[in-house]
């Protein structure tokens, strides 16, 4: 009868669940047809609109960065309020005030030059106008729910577009908490959030959207770019991958070292550019060991109780990680965990994770097939760079790609040899944060790119505009029957090598 009377309530349940994402989805469309309505009513947004939506994204996040800081913490278990204030508040704030800085500057009407130049010098004008696509839906990820909302959205409105966002399920309170801040700060017809489960999220990546924004692994991509086709919806999609790190034998180690794992113990690896493995000359290893360890010791004395160290986003994910330093470690690497105050990190609730180095690894590891997304480092050794270059480039297209060195000859080897999303030399990570280069993957690690001026042209419709002269000048005569030899002459001049 107990048992019974539990499944009949785990029934229930399971309903209601079903139940609230039929409800879910269906307001879903009911928004997206009200935002797509609005646009087609109200027109064009004026620069003032613009302007003003931008404004009241960084009023809500000023005003509220204490309880978005507050709920990134409680959904991360540990999360320092600095880590926050800087990768989601600080860096959301940027974008957004770069749009609004810039954003007369960006709407203007783009000149080009008309074909054949003659027809320009007497009158003829070609330009291009940046229109708003309509409606942009924007799928975020958990490891920074807040950033991967407002980076992009600062371009969406910029570009003059209307926002559907569909936050993750990972990180409950966080979007909670925006779905809150931003129904009391935009109308549904503005911005609305959409809250839900992986069946809502699939469902949301099926909406007629004029424009897709997704951010996360690259398997789930392609799900998103399948789904997207039916109804021939433009994507962006910023995926991930194994981004490397070259360390060439001209570069400063100690530096390195300290940039390396800043980098990659941020958000403990839980980050889409995180060095994802190491190339290092083999002589210089020991030496760079060294170095990747006190640079752990000095930011991290201990770990276990630190709030400065972040926490594993759920166990399921934890579990990822742990399974893949098992294989690792059963098929032949070497394990060197970076522990200072020599803390108890197994069998715990609090699902932390100290940095770990990973030698003699090898192509069958599944830490070396697999993007990490955790603080596990392997690494390589070189004996020729060109042997390092070779490996990178028998690897798919990864996001980002990192390179140490004072030697230009060697840089230019490096970054002319290789493709990849972005490029940050003698330091990880940071071309994201500049918002004036476009940001973005190729490839397996994606498509597309946000950011700046690159960012409010990906979310605009480049409408090109020719306006042709009055006057019916000989050229344009001959182009029209009877043929005769004028067209001749024109022909002669045009198809000749």
């Known amino acids: 009868m107990h048992k019974l009377a539990s499944g009949v309530v785990f029934m229930d349940e399971m309903t209601r669940k079903i139940s609230q994402e039929a409800d879910i989805i269906e307001h879903m469309h009911h928004i997206l047809a009200a935002q797509k309505a609005a646009h087609s009513r109200d027109g064009v947004a004026s620069r003032a609109v613009r302007e003003d939506r931008l404004d009241r994204c960084i009023a809500l996040l000023v005003d509220h960065a204490k309880q978005i800081t507050d709920a990134l913490s409680e959904d991360f278990s540990c999360r320092a309020r600095e880590t926050s204030l800087i990768t989601e508040i600080a860096s959301s704030l940027g974008p957004l005030k770069y749009a609004k800085a810039h954003l007369a500057k960006w709407m203007r009407p783009e000149k080009r030059k008309t074909s054949p130049l003659l027809l320009g010098l007497f009158g003829?004008?070609?330009?291009?106008?940046?229109?708003?696509?309509?409606?942009?839906?924007?799928?975020?990820?958990?490891?920074?729910?807040?950033?991967?909302?407002?980076?992009?959205?600062?371009?969406?409105?910029?570009?003059?577009?209307?926002?559907?966002?569909?936050?993750?399920?990972?990180?409950?309170?966080?979007?909670?908490?925006?779905?809150?801040?931003?129904?009391?700060?935009?109308?549904?017809?503005?911005?609305?959030?959409?809250?839900?489960?992986?069946?809502?999220?699939?469902?949301?990546?099926?909406?007629?959207?004029?424009?897709?924004?997704?951010?996360?692994?690259?398997?789930?991509?392609?799900?998103?770019?399948?789904?997207?086709?039916?109804?021939?919806?433009?994507?962006?999609?910023?995926?991930?991958?194994?981004?490397?790190?070259?360390?060439?034998?001209?570069?400063?180690?100690?530096?390195?070292?300290?940039?390396?794992?800043?980098?990659?113990?941020?958000?403990?690896?839980?980050i889409c550019l995180a060095p994802d493995y190491l190339l290092v000359p083999k002589e210089k290893l020991d030496s760079l060991m060294s170095h990747l360890v006190a640079s752990v010791n000095r930011m991290y004395p201990s770990m276990h109780d630190n709030p400065d160290y972040t926490a594993i986003i759920s166990q399921g994910h934890y579990d990822r990680i742990m399974a893949l330093l098992s294989d690792a470690r059963a098929k032949g690497a070497k394990i060197v965990e970076i522990n200072p105050a020599g803390e108890v990190f197994s069998s715990q609730s609090d699902r932390k994770i100290p940095p770990i180095l990973v030698l003699d690894v090898t192509d069958d590891m599944s830490i070396m097939q697999e993007e990490i997304f955790g603080p596990l480092l392997p690494i390589k050794t070189y004996s020729e760079l060109r042997d390092a270059v070779s490996y990178i480039k028998a690897k798919p297209r990864p996001l980002g790609l990192y390179y140490f060195g004072t030697d230009p000859v060697e840089q230019d080897f490096v970054l002319s040899s290789t493709i990849s999303g972005g490029v940050t030399v003698n330091d990880v990570i940071f071309h994201i944060a500049m918002e004036d280069l476009p940001f973005g993957g190729i490839g397996p690690s994606g498509m597309g790119s946000y950011h700046g001026q690159d960012g409010f042209k990906e979310f605009s419709h480049a409408r090109a505009i020719y306006h042709q002269i009055n006057k019916d000048i000989g050229p344009l005569k001959a182009l029209r029957p009877p043929y005769g030899s004028a067209v001749k002459t024109f022909l002669a001049q045009h198809i000749n090598k």
């Open 124 to 270: 003829a004008r070609a330009e291009i106008h940046y229109l708003p696509k309509g409606v942009v839906g924007i799928i975020a990820p958990w490891n920074f729910p807040v950033n991967l909302i407002f980076a992009p959205l600062a371009q969406v409105l910029a570009a003059g577009n209307r926002a559907m966002i569909k936050p993750s399920e990972l990180t409950p309170n966080t979007s909670e908490l925006i779905k809150f801040l931003i129904s009391k700060t935009f109308s549904p017809e503005e911005i609305a959030v959409i809250p839900g489960g992986p069946d809502v999220g699939q469902a949301f990546s099926r909406l007629a959207f004029d424009h897709l924004v997704f951010t996360g692994g690259t398997g789930i991509g392609r799900h998103i770019m399948r789904a997207a086709a039916d109804h021939l919806v433009p994507l962006t999609l910023e995926l991930g991958g194994k981004s490397p790190v070259v360390v060439s034998r001209s570069a400063d180690l100690p530096t390195s070292a300290d940039r390396i794992m800043a980098g990659k113990t941020l958000n403990a690896g839980q």
